[in-house]
């Protein structure tokens, strides 16, 4: 558990430097919003989450299997997880942040060729009106 990264992952930095290249503008886990959002673009008063498929319960995608080593803890522990994400995107939305969820399993695998055409829609929306964008594989 104590390897497990939970900043500065490969797909986290993959967004990061695509919003860079594009002349987005950006601050990183900023502490006085709720979940501490990966990346934060004052700007556009948008959040960018990039979550990982396993820790938050990506309904559907094969990553999301729960262990079978301790399930109870697991579940649990997994449960939680979701209901906090869910607690924090709607106090982010009551407080008039757009919100970007970037899943996992969008920049991996098979998915990968698609990765650049992904965070062109994603650099679209920044510049939008709509308040959610969730981008998954």
């Not at 008063?45 to 109870?72: I, S």
């Not at 869910?86 to 982010?92: D, P, S, T, V």
Request: hydrophobic share 40%; proline share 4%.
């Amino acid at each position: 558990m104590a390897a497990i990264r939970g900043k500065d992952t490969k797909p986290e930095m993959t967004v990061r430097k695509f919003l860079h290249r594009r002349g987005f503008r950006y601050r990183l886990h900023v502490k006085d919003l709720p979940g501490k959002p990966d990346i934060v673009i004052p700007k556009f008063r948008t959040v960018v989450f990039v979550h990982g498929c396993f820790w938050h319960r990506h309904k559907g995608c094969k990553n999301a299997v729960l262990p079978k080593t301790n399930p109870d803890f697991w579940e649990k522990k997994l449960k939680g997880n979701v209901k906090r994400d869910r607690k924090n995107l709607e106090a982010l939305r009551n407080m008039g942040w757009r919100i970007v969820v970037v899943w996992e399993c969008a920049m991996k695998g098979k998915n990968a060729g698609e990765t650049e055409v992904i965070l062109d829609r994603t650099a679209e929306w920044l510049t939008g009106k709509d308040e959610i964008l969730v981008i998954s594989g």
